[in-house]
């Protein structure tokens, strides 16, 4: 019987961790050029945008974790905006990490993603997404929130459980250059916004009253940030 127990977690583990054979060259270019349609045209990003803040929010709860804050909980909404709150010092290196880590986390997630994807770890990826989903669920505190979670994570786990090896790269491949593509748009929204007067509450604005460095320039950091991780990944997942 432990024997037996034993070989089943080893399987499931190789099955998780183990390499799965690359996709075709055609397949990574096919994918990016799906995400690129969805992240371009205003009315399909309208919605896609919610996967972004659930990185975005995401990134906040996370760095607020590991920086020794309390996190009280998450709320995503249907105007794909989002909020998290954490308490903790209002000043100090773990509150400047905190705020900083919304713009960052999805291209740096989608530099992630490409990193396991580059070393054919497909469905590790698959898995650590739908784990890092799950435990995102826990501080969702509305019911928007909670649905948007559930769908996508439901998604991650039903093509890791049910379907092929190709359909598997290929979601992963999406998912991926979605990321990375995605989390370039969002920097360049909110430029457009502070240009207009407005979002005088945004992350960037909230960096610059803490450490007294210009919104700009935090800006700056959100767009090096976005574009070297879409360069970086990108070069991974075509093999350059």
């Known amino acids: 019987m432990q ?4 070989a089943s977690l080893a399987d499931l583990w190789d099955r998780v961790f183990g390499t799965q054979a690359a996709p075709d060259e055609w397949l990574v270019i096919v994918t990016g050029v799906v995400a690129l349609a969805v992240v371009v045209p205003h009315g399909v990003w309208r919605l896609a945008r919610n996967a972004i803040t659930i990185a975005h929010e995401g990134g906040h709860g996370l760095i607020a974790l590991l920086t020794g804050r309390r996190l009280d909980g998450i709320r995503l909404h249907s105007d794909t905006s989002g909020l998290t709150v954490s308490r903790g010092k209002p000043t100090g290196i773990g509150m400047i990490l905190t705020a900083a880590a919304g713009y960052t986390a999805p291209p740096l997630l989608g530099l992630g993603g490409a990193a396991l994807l580059a070393a054919d770890r497909i469905t590790a990826f698959l898995w650590i997404a739908t784990a890092l989903l799950i435990a995102m669920l826990v501080m969702i505190r509305n019911a928007y929130g909670a ?19 190709q359909v598997q790269a290929a979601f ?3 998912v991926v250059w979605f990321l990375l593509l995605g989390g370039v ?6 430029q457009s916004k502070r240009r207009r007067g407005g979002a005088g509450d945004s992350d960037a604005d909230q960096l610059s009253r ?9 800006l700056f950091l959100f767009h090096a940030v976005s574009l070297c991780s879409l360069i970086g990944g990108g070069r991974w997942l075509l093999g350059l």
């Open 147 to 165: 649905l948007t979670v559930i769908i996508t994570g439901g998604a991650f786990l039903l093509v890791s459980w049910l379907t092929s090896s």
């Open 3 to 6: 024997s037996t127990a034993n």
């Open 172 to 174: 992963a491949y999406v």
């Open 210 to 218: 803490l450490t007294h460095v210009p919104a700009g320039m935090w």
């Open 185 to 190: 748009r969002p920097a360049f929204e909110l």
